[in-house]
């Protein structure tokens, strides 16, 4: 992700954001000014942003002042400028007590504000800093306003505070939120990483102009969703202002591509990773004491593979430990440009003739992409790729409209590969895959569980159709071989001599594999079936879709005819894809071989999901006496194993 968020409590702005953050993550030296420690480390003033800054009497674009940071976030949620309040209203003849309540806004918290860490993919910000000044200036532009969107996005549709008993009511702030910004330029370990503070006040205003808190779970869910909208949006005007294209590129095997700038050398990505290698060294150790830990008894304290959710928390604990202390002298962006380039030309092994001009090599990458790639978004299989997606990589199935959509924004830029989309278009991915492909299993007990943001959703097909590899049978366990990653592969034999942490860690396969897996199955069927709903490469028409589509079948479309692309379609119903098990498919712990599968491929994987689904329908049949639709998947085994460390995990699934 490009969009951490962290909680800020009163303590923590003395103790850390007011003597370094603000200051460029350096140290600020003591009894020094905030204006005078920003320009000493040669970072900008952090400036007021948000809609609710009307109501506080600030205006956007403003500079933030130390005073209006110990306020707002260091004392318990005050009015940025309480002091001026207060001291007016002694002034005016209040007592202390009444003039102090006038600089409150509301009760006082524990919990003022969060910050959400902004900042672009590798190649955009090796562009910023090895470019030149006009790629630099449009670069910081496109960030800005990036961020801007994305705080927009946040008041309209994520913020809410809370009231009534246990705050089970909860009210958008009608007047937006409160937000300071602060730049850097630099990561701790000296490489160029462009990226923005944006400290977000938890104070907000309810219809009545009464003040409240806004709800921090509901931001913490929605990360995913804004870090994508926030990808999507800085690629494209980047990409549109220079004329450059996306591609997507696979950082870690298994795991989801991202989506970087063309013609930038991975050299250069390298050059800036040794954070990132230090990190993978530690993760590795990590996970060895992880699968060989062991209670008082001698018993396995875990499990005896590494699952992605443990995964996940070790590799934040491995990032903390392998964290370095902070940057040294202070250098202006100007020196910190040039240094940046001398270094890469040097070190990364990277043509200084590339590092010296990346702008026109990442041209001449966008204008083969653009020629080559057609930006055709075809909402119908986007809606069911999506789906999909999203179905395989959530715990039992279950998932969110936020997780819809922070997949359809992906989902996007993987498709436009940096242009400009129209503005709701993933709104249209995410309400075409509800409405045809998602069914509503939400049983709210709470009046937050009614609300549309809170509908809980599964798969609408009976997936029984759908492909999985078929596995060999399990071997009986041999002492002298270490644990399979995966349950239906032998293990291999351990090697003469070699210690227990010697051999390969056991890893249970990233959810992504099987997600592209299934995703690409689906997308087979509606290429290969001969009766179609759809044309691909014209318009979607959403509403003859849901006509035609029955509850627990997916209409599959024929292959468009160029010589009869403009002609209307047929009327008749179509024939549709009896699709039944793509939860059998989540516990498959497949590779993915190919995204083109072939017809012999998906005959013999459909022989296997095929068998597995009338076998659970026949138990299923046996246990309750009546044919039934198999039920959602229980979370497994090992997604509720975690390793007993200290440290946050991030709020989202589906990543």
């Known amino acids: ?25 350096g140290r600020r030296p003591a009894r020094t000014p905030l204006r005078a420690a920003q320009e000493q480390a040669g970072v900008p003033a952090g400036r007021w942003m948000g809609r609710g800054l009307a109501a506080l009497g600030l205006a956007p674009g403003e500079e933030v002042t130390e005073a209006q940071l110990r306020n707002l976030f260091g004392e318990r949620g005050r009015h940025p400028d309480a002091d001026r309040i207060e001291a007016d209203r002694l002034a005016a003849g ?4 009444e003039a102090y309540r006038a600089g409150a806004l509301g009760r006082r918290v524990t919990v003022t504000g969060v910050d959400f860490v902004v900042r672009p993919q590798p190649t955009i910000y090796l562009l910023w800093a090895l470019g030149d000044e006009e790629t630099r200036r449009v670069i910081e532009a496109a960030h800005e306003r990036a961020i801007e969107r994305v705080l927009e996005w946040i008041e309209d549709e994520v913020a809410v505070i809370r009231y009534g008993k246990d705050g089970i009511y909860r009210v958008r702030p009608p007047g937006g939120l409160v937000a ?16 923005d503070h944006l400290l977000l006040s938890m104070k907000g205003q309810r219809l009545d102009g009464t003040w409240g808190s806004v709800h921090t779970l509901a931001l913490h869910e929605n990360t995913v969703a804004a870090s994508a909208l926030y990808n999507e949006l800085v690629a494209a005007e980047v990409c549109e202002e220079l004329g450059l294209a996306t591609e997507p590129r696979t950082v870690t095997e298994g795991r989801r591509p991202v989506m970087e700038i063309a013609g930038v050398p991975h050299g250069l990505i390298r050059w800036t990773a040794r954070r990132s290698d230090q990190i993978a060294d530690c993760l590795t150790e990590l996970e060895h004491e992880y699968v ?12 005896p593979v590494v699952s992605e959710r443990a995964r996940a928390k070790l590799n934040q604990i491995a990032a903390r430990k392998t964290r370095p202390p902070k940057k040294g002298k202070a250098r202006s962006l100007g020196q910190l440009r040039a240094d940046w380039k001398q270094s890469a030309i040097r070190t990364s092994g990277v043509p200084a003739d590339v590092i010296s001009s990346p702008l026109e090599h990442a041209r001449a990458a966008a204008a083969a992409i653009r020629a080559r790639v057609a930006a055709v978004v075809d909402i119908a299989l986007a809606a069911v790729d999506v789906t999909a997606t999203v179905f395989v990589m959530n715990n039992g199935g279950r998932f969110h409209r936020r997780h819809l959509l922070a997949e359809a924004r992906r989902h996007l830029a993987l498709v436009l590969r940096g242009r400009r989309r129209e503005p709701g278009l993933d709104d249209q991915v995410v309400a075409a895959a509800i409405s045809a492909h998602c069914l509503d299993i939400s049983e709210p007990k709470t009046v937050r569980g009614l ?13 029984a159709d759908l492909p999985a590899r078929r ?29 227990a942490g010697e051999w390969k860690i056991p890893r249970i396969p990233l959810q992504h594999e099987r997600a592209v897996l299934a995703g690409a199955a689906v997308r087979e069927k509606l290429r290969t079936t001969p009766t179609a709903t759809v044309v691909r490469g014209r318009a979607y028409d959403d509403v003859a879709h849901q006509q035609a589509a029955m509850p627990e079948q997916l209409p599959a479309p024929e292959p468009a005819d160029p010589e009869n692309d403009d002609q209307e379609q047929k009327p008749g119903r179509p024939e ?22 072939t017809a012999e491929q998906l005959r013999h994987l459909a022989a296997a999901l095929t068998k597995t689904g009338e076998g659970a329908r026949a138990r299923k049949k046996k246990c309750t006496g009546r044919e039934t639709t198999p039920p959602v998947d229980p979370v497994r085994q090992e997604e509720q194993h975690r390793p007993q460390q200290p440290g946050t995990h991030g709020p989202e699934a589906g990543r």
Do not use: C
Request: proline fraction near 13%.
């Open 94 to 97: 209040d007592s202390p007590k």
């Open 180 to 195: 300071a910004r602060f730049r850097h330029y630099e990561a701790r370990s000296g490489m160029p990483l462009l990226h």
């Open 576 to 597: 549709a894809l009896d699709l039944t098990a793509l939860r059998a498919l989540r516990q498959s712990r497949t590779d993915v071989e190919a995204l083109e599968l």
């Open 1 to 25: 992700m490009t969009v951490d968020i962290r909680v800020v409590r009163a303590g923590q702005m003395y103790r850390y954001y007011l003597r370094e953050t603000v200051v460029g993550d």
């Open 471 to 499: 596995r060999p049978p399990t071997p009986a366990p041999d002492p002298d071989q270490h644990p399979p990653a995966d349950p239906g592969e032998p293990p291999a034999p351990r090697p003469p001599g070699q210690d």
């Open 451 to 463: 609300e549309a943001g809170y509908r809980l959703y599964t798969a609408r097909w009976n997936l």
């Open 292 to 303: 060989t830990a062991v209670d008082d008894d001698g018993e396995p304290k875990y499990l």
